[in-house]
Structures are given as structure tokens and as C-alpha cells.
């Protein structure tokens, strides 16, 4: 009783006893509305929405998934028909999953020529690394620290999915994570706010171009708004808590930097933050988002997230659950048919304001305007666009060119790579080097199956050598989880046989062992993050017979592989790398292409260490030799440091730092300056990274944090000056009101070609 209150409403000549909620259904102020006319499009809006009935407006809030064979019969019962009856009336403002320039023309003439007031869908799909054609997993396009890469992949990604008629995307995923369990981790840009913060805007201005209203761009989304890569043992969905320090320094960062980019829209959360589900947190989406930031484009719920709010037994129905979406900020309802149903009851009855209403759909209403959708419901809807577009030679060429970028050399013991094009025998080994879907990772709803180039595929361009396969073992794929695993059989080792015989036969063994594409993103967590089922066992018994080996890993999160970094030559950090993924690898392995890609997130040594991150704090128990060796903070099992940190990857070619000079220009400007030389010998890409610790601070604050970053390449010998400057926003932290502050006193840089680079200088802020 204490979280609701009563009221009573007098409704004709009845009596009725409604629920509002209560203490959570907050109201908005005057700074989270949307903000005063300003513009064209905002006179549009209001000349529209003065037109429009409570049911329309309402209807504008709702989004649909996909609902028949658009282009088959219409439908008359069941889900599809209500849905399809919404449709006509104008109750539908977004569809999602609708696909393909005919499809898409079906839904659009029905709501812009049948519907009272003609206004166009927005439809949305989830062009999460490419539509079609497929480009890396955001965590291998992190792992290339290349900006203007990650900003082309999304732009080719949205022309790709504009030509064949989306306007929208629900990209990018801007989650920090920790937890390599989550096996969302693969749509994120890792573990590290800055680094993600660039990432987030690169991808935000692909997606949208500087025109949004032109045919080849489409609105992004930040999501999961917010804390969703928090959740507790990196269970997907779970409850997360976290305090505010970790919410504003390393959570909002990247959320907060694509709003400043522009992004239209925003998607809230299954998870809860803090005791509050995300799809109902006033303090997140109309105090933050719309009230401190000014965010003028809308808020999409996430997948049926309203009704969730039921399940974390946060609202009693989906009536209450309605009302504190609207009040909380929420604008679209993605599936929960709770806006549809609910909000017109709601309103009359007082619970919520038609204010809110009117906010929302005037947001929605403008970024239909913004994307030209009213000026031509039908610009994203070109047949022959969609036949040049789909799938041509320059989008191709930009997924190869970024699945390269992606690839993160993690060890090259007595140089066994790159291998040499003639006369060598080599014996090809794993499922998933024969595997033409595995490589297309988690999201590609719109891609076909056996539509990637197999690593198999990639070294047969190359002609020079022998080349033999055997697949060895299985992986456990994702379509197989538990319990229909048991059926599979996994632990089948009958291929082992042939695979060592191949093994024994060759000068160089090429292994390409990890997780198949499936097996992460939504909903596939996993508790052990080591290779799947026998291929660990796999790798020691091939390994048993020749010691030449190169492992390619195929992977969405990082795995532990402490037993291969110990045993292996040769580690090649292949990720899930789109439809272009074998020719990528191959040209790696062959030396055509000399990797440069660094870490985005930490690999543990084994899984007790998750969640481990380089930017951790301090403790009050660090290792004192002279205390002896057991009261210190560590585990007893496996010491404190990762297998690979973040930032880390190596090259064809070495470079070293040196001449390291810091110097305080002002309070509000620091110059560091390094030079990096390409000591080896061939030409090569390196990623300078610069390092931060605020000694000491009026709150604790971690070892050390990434504030800056350079991706340089240099002949042999070559040497470059590279000056970082440093100023508030990178001097400075938020404290626990949230408020950002730089304080004075002592700072250390380290600069390096990793997060445990241990160059460094020391400068004071007066
Ligand atoms: C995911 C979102 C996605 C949505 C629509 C949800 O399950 O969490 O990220 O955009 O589905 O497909």
C-alpha cells in the first residue's frame, strides 16, 4: 500500500475505483518536455499533432514486429489480424523486422494511403554490424581502434539496409561490460569508456551521415540506456547494482557523448538499475537523458520491456505498467501492446498527463519529418537502389577492409607468422574453419546462411602451398544450447584421428578453434568462456603430434586459452568477421596484411577472474613483500594479472617508445609528447595509447584510465613525435552527486602500446 495510491473517480454515473501509480509515477518538469519551437519541422509537428485524436497519438507510440506475409493473404484471426486492424486504423507509428523494398512498401501504403491522417511508419530493424553483408562484431570493430574505419562500416551498413527500405537502426550498442560470461559483450566496443565514448560517435555519424533526410542514411539508437553490461555474474537480464561513480564515469560516458552527436533515438533497458527497472526510471530517461542532456529525439522501449516490469515485480499489471513507462520517459512501446491498450484508459482517468502524450509523439513525429519521411513516404523504396545496393563490390570491400582492422595478433613466437606463400604443406584444422555461417556472429537476421568466406575458402586463394582439411571435433553452436545440446553429439573425438594424421603430414598446422557465431549475443551467457566442447582437447592431442601451430580463434567475447598462450606459437584473434572473414584471415596469416588490431577487453586466465578490467581501483591490500604473502588482495589459485590486458596486440613488426615529455601548459591544458620508432622490419600499423592516474583525489580513482590514443603507421625505422593533449574533459572526473570536477595535484601518464605500458612521467595540476 505504501508504494500506491488511490484515487476515486467519478466516471458517468458509476463510481470506479482506479490505481495510479504512486511514488515512481513522477510527473515531468518543465526542463525534461520537449524543447520550445525552434524550428520548421517543430511547426509541422504541432500543425499535425493538433489534428490528431488521443487514439492516433497513441498509435504513434506503438510499435509492431512483423506480424504476416505482408505480400500474402491478409490475415483474419489471431495476433497478426488485431495487429493488422491497428495498422489500418492508424494505431501503428513503427514497424520493426519488416524487410526488402516490396515488403516495406506493403506496410507503408497502408498506413500513408488508408490510415485518417497518412503519417508514414518509421521502420526499424537491428543493422547491428551490417544488413546483408555482414561486418565484424562491434567488439572485433573496436578491437581495430580505428575510427574512420568503424564510421564507413556503419555507413555501408545503412545504405545497405536504407536501400532495401529501414530508416532506422538499433545501433549502436553502447554498453560497457566487464563480464566476458555476457554474451552480449560481442555488440558492445568492450570494457573502457573512452574508448567506446569515440567508438559510439564514429558509429552514430555512419549510421546518420550529416543528412538524415537523404535515402542513404538511417537514425541510430543508443542503447541499452542503461546498465544493461552490468548485469551480476554476466547472466543476461539480470539485476544489476551500481553505485554512482561507476554509473556516471563509466556507464553514461558513451550514452551521453552519442547524444552530443546527434543521435535520434534512444532504447531503454530490460535490466533494473539500482532497484528500479530501466523501462520505469524517471531519474534515468526524463531527469538525465531528457532533462540535464536536452535529448529531443524519442525513447523506444526495449523488447516487450514494459511488461517486463511486471515479471521484476516493479508494477501489479500492465495497466501500471503503462503509466510508469509514460511517466518515466518512455515514448515508443517496442511489443508490449501496454501504450496501445492502456494509455487512452489512463489518461481520461487522470493517471497520466496528455501532456506526455503530446511529448512523445511530437518527438516521433520529428524524426519521421527528419527523415524525410513525410516529404516521400516512398524515398527509401527503390527497387533498383536495392538490387545496385545489396551486396556491391565497394560495400564488400569495405567489410574485408575493416574484418582486416579487426585482427589482433596475440603472440608470433620465432616469427612462424606470416606464413610463407610456396612450398610449404599445411594442414587446416577445426569445424569453424569450414564454417561459411558461423563467421556472420550473432546479429544477422538479414544476412543468409553460408554466405561468409570459410578461413578454408581464404587460403585456397593462396596456391603455393599444400593445403589439407580436417575438421577434427564440433563446436557447440549457439542454435544448440542446453538442453538440446545433449542430442548433439559434441564430445564426438572420432575425427581426431585424421586431423593428427594431417597434423603429422604438415610443415605448418593452422587451427581455427573458439565459439561458433551463435554462441554469443542475447540471451547466451555462458559459465565457462574456454573453446567449446573437445576442441581444447582437440588442440593438446593435435599439438602432441606437431608443435607448429597457429591457432585462429573464432569468438565473440574473450575466452580463456591460458593453456594455448602457454603451449602455442602462433595466436591469431580472428573474432566473427562478417561475410569477408576467411579472405581477411587468410591475408593475415600470408602477410599480405600486417595486423594492428589491440584489445578492446581484458582476456582473463581462467573465469574466476571475470569480471577483471585494467581500469580497476586500488586497494587497501595491495602485495607488500615484507607482510608476507597471504593477506593481500589476490586469490590463492591464479594471480591477479589478466592472460592479455586491453589494449594489447602485437604486429608483424616491433616499435618502440621513448623520448616521453609532459608538459602543464596551463591548469586546463597538458601536453605529452612521445617518439615512436617501427624498430623492425617491415612497415606497420601501431595504436600509441596514453594512460592517466590521478594520484590522489577527493575520491578513489582507478590505477590508471585511457585518455587518449593515436593509430600510427611507420616505415621500418621510421620514427614519429606524437603529442596528446590533455584537458578538462579528460583531466577531470564525476563525483558522487554526478557532478564533473577536476581537481589539483599529482597525475602519472604511462604511454605504451598496451594498458600495462610502463613509460611514465608525473605532472601537477595547480
Ligand atoms: C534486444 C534489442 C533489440 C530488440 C529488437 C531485444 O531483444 O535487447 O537490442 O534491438 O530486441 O530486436
Not at 516495406?104 to 485518417?116: G, H, M, P, S
Not at 532506422?168 to 555476457?182: K, L, Q
Not at 538524415?212 to 541510430?220: G, Q
Not at 558461423?438 to 568466406?453: F, K, N, V
Request: aromatic share 10%; charged share 20%.
Amino acid at each position: 500500500m505504501k508504494k500506491f495510491f488511490y484515487l476515486m473517480i467519478i466516471s458517468g454515473l458509476q463510481g470506479i475505483l482506479v490505481s495510479c501509480g504512486g511514488a515512481n509515477a513522477k510527473s515531468s518538469n518543465q526542463n525534461t518536455v520537449y524543447p520550445k519551437e525552434v524550428d520548421s519541422i517543430d511547426l509541422k509537428v504541432n500543425a499535425l499533432l493538433a489534428r490528431m485524436t488521443l487514439e492516433e497519438k497513441i498509435g504513434q507510440m506503438n510499435q509492431y514486429n512483423g506480424f504476416w506475409d505482408v505480400t500474402g493473404p491478409v490475415p483474419s484471426e489471431g495476433d497478426a489480424a488485431h495487429k493488422y486492424e491497428h495498422l489500418k486504423k492508424g494505431l501503428v507509428g513503427s514497424m520493426l523486422n519488416v524487410k526488402g523494398v516490396k515488403e516495406v512498401r506493403e506496410v507503408q501504403k497502408i498506413a500513408v494511403e488508408e490510415t485518417r491522417l497518412g503519417i508514414p511508419l518509421i521502420i526499424g530493424f537491428d543493422v547491428i554490424h551490417g544488413y546483408k553483408t555482414i561486418s565484424p562484431i562491434p567488439l572485433a570493430e573496436a578491437a581495430s581502434w580505428d575510427l574512420e574505419a568503424i564510421k564507413l562500416s556503419a555507413q555501408v551498413a545503412a545504405e545497405e539496409a536504407a536501400a532495401s527500405g529501414i530508416n532506422w537502426t538499433f545501433a549502436p550498442m553502447v554498453d560497457i561490460s566487464r563480464d566476458a560470461r555476457w554474451g552480449r559483450v560481442m555488440e558492445g566496443a568492450g570494457e573502457d569508456p573512452y574508448l567506446a565514448t569515440l567508438i559510439a560517435v564514429a558509429r552514430v555519424q555512419g549510421f546518420q551521415g550529416d543528412d538524415l533526410s537523404l535515402a542513404n542514411t538511417i537514425a541510430a539508437c543508443a542503447k541499452h540506456f542503461v546498465g544493461y553490461g552490468f548485469a551480476e555474474a554476466g547472466k543476461d537480464y539480470n539485476t544489476v547494482d551500481v553505485g554512482t561513480l561507476t554509473l556516471y564515469n563509466v556507464l553514461l560516458p558513451p550514452f551521453k557523448a552519442a547524444k552530443e552527436a546527434g543521435v535520434r533515438t534512444f532504447m531503454n533497458a530490460f535490466n533494473e538499475l539500482n532497484g528500479i527497472p530501466a523501462t520505469g526510471s524517471t531519474f534515468l530517461q526524463r531527469d538525465i537523458l531528457k532533462g540535464e542532456w536536452g535529448f529531443d529525439g524519442f525513447m523506444v522501449t526495449d523488447w516487450g520491456s514494459i511488461n517486463e516490469m511486471i515479471a521484476h515485480r516493479y508494477a501489479e499489471n500492465r495497466r501500471q505498467a503503462a503509466e510508469f513507462a509514460i511517466n518515466a520517459g518512455a515514448d515508443m512501446d517496442m511489443e508490449s501492446y501496454a501504450f496501445v491498450n492502456e494509455l487512452a484508459s489512463l489518461v481520461k482517468d487522470g493517471c497520466v498527463d496528455e501532456s506526455l502524450i503530446d511529448d512523445a509523439v511530437k518527438r516521433i513525429l520529428r524524426v519521421k519529418y527528419e527523415l524525410g519521411l513525410f516529404d516521400d513516404p516512398y524515398k527509401y523504396l527503390n527497387e533498383t537502389v536495392e538490387k545496385e545496393v545489396i551486396g556491391s563490390k565497394r560495400i564488400q570491400d569495405a567489410v574485408l577492409d575493416m574484418a582486416k582492422k579487426s585482427i589482433v595478433l596475440l603472440k608470433n613466437e620465432n616469427n612462424i607468422l606470416p606464413l610463407k606463400k610456396n612450398g610449404q604443406k599445411i594442414a587446416l584444422i577445426g569445424a569453424l574453419a569450414n564454417d561459411k555461417t558461423s563467421p556472420l556472429g550473432s546479429w544477422r537476421i538479414a544476412a543468409d546462411d553460408e554466405t561468409a568466406i570459410s578461413v578454408l575458402e581464404g587460403m585456397q586463394a593462396y596456391t603455393g602451398n599444400t593445403l589439407i582439411y580436417e575438421k577434427g571435433a564440433d563446436v557447440v553452436t549457439g542454435e544448440t544450447l542446453f538442453p538440446k545440446e545433449l542430442t548433439l553429439n559434441i564430445s564426438d573425438k572420432s575425427g581426431f584421428s585424421a586431423a593428427v594424421t594431417a597434423a603429422e603430414n604438415a610443415d605448418v598446422v593452422v587451427m581455427v578453434l573458439g565459439e561458433h557465431g551463435l554462441n554469443s549475443g542475447e540471451g547466451r551467457s555462458r559459465s565457462e568462456i574456454g573453446l567449446t566442447g573437445v576442441q581444447q582437447e582437440l588442440l593438446e592431442t593435435v599439438y602432441k603430434a606437431n608443435k607448429n601451430i597457429v591457432l585462429v580463434l573464432n569468438n565473440g567475447r574473450p575466452l580463456t586459452i591460458e593453456w594455448a598462450d602457454e603451449h602455442i606459437p602462433a595466436i591469431v584473434e580472428g573474432w566473427h568477421l562478417g561475410t569477408q572473414s576467411g579472405h581477411a584471415i587468410a591475408q593475415v596469416l600470408y602477410g599480405d596484411y600486417n595486423p594492428s588490431g589491440k584489445l578492446p577487453m581484458t582476456f582473463p586466465k581462467n573465469v574466476g577472474q571475470v569480471p577483471i578490467y585494467y581500469n580497476h581501483k586500488s586497494t587497501g591490500r595491495p602485495l607488500d613483500p615484507g607482510q608476507g604473502e597471504v593477506f593481500w588482495s589476490h586469490y590463492t589459485d591464479v594471480s591477479n594479472a589478466p592472460l592479455y590486458p586491453f589494449g594489447y596486440g602485437l604486429s608483424y613488426t616491433s616499435f618502440g617508445y621513448s623520448d616521453l615529455k609532459v608538459e602543464v601548459v596551463s591548469n586546463d591544458k597538458v601536453t605529452v609528447s612521445v617518439k615512436l620508432t617501427n624498430t623492425g622490419d617491415v612497415k606497420g600499423k601501431e595504436v600509441a595509447q596514453l594512460y592517466l592516474r590521478d594520484e590522489f583525489a577527493s575520491v578513489t580513482r582507478p590505477v590508471r584510465e585511457l585518455k587518449g590514443f593515436e593509430l600510427v603507421e611507420l616505415n621500418p625505422k621510421e620514427s614519429k613525435i606524437i603529442t596528446f593533449t590533455l584537458s578538462h574533459a579528460e583531466l577531470g572526473f564525476y563525483d558522487n552527486n554526478g557532478k564533473y570536477i577536476v581537481e589539483p595535484g599529482t597525475f602519472s601518464v604511462f604511454v605504451g602500446g598496451s594498458s600495462d605500458a610502463t613509460l611514465t612521467s608525473k605532472f601537477e595540476l595547480k
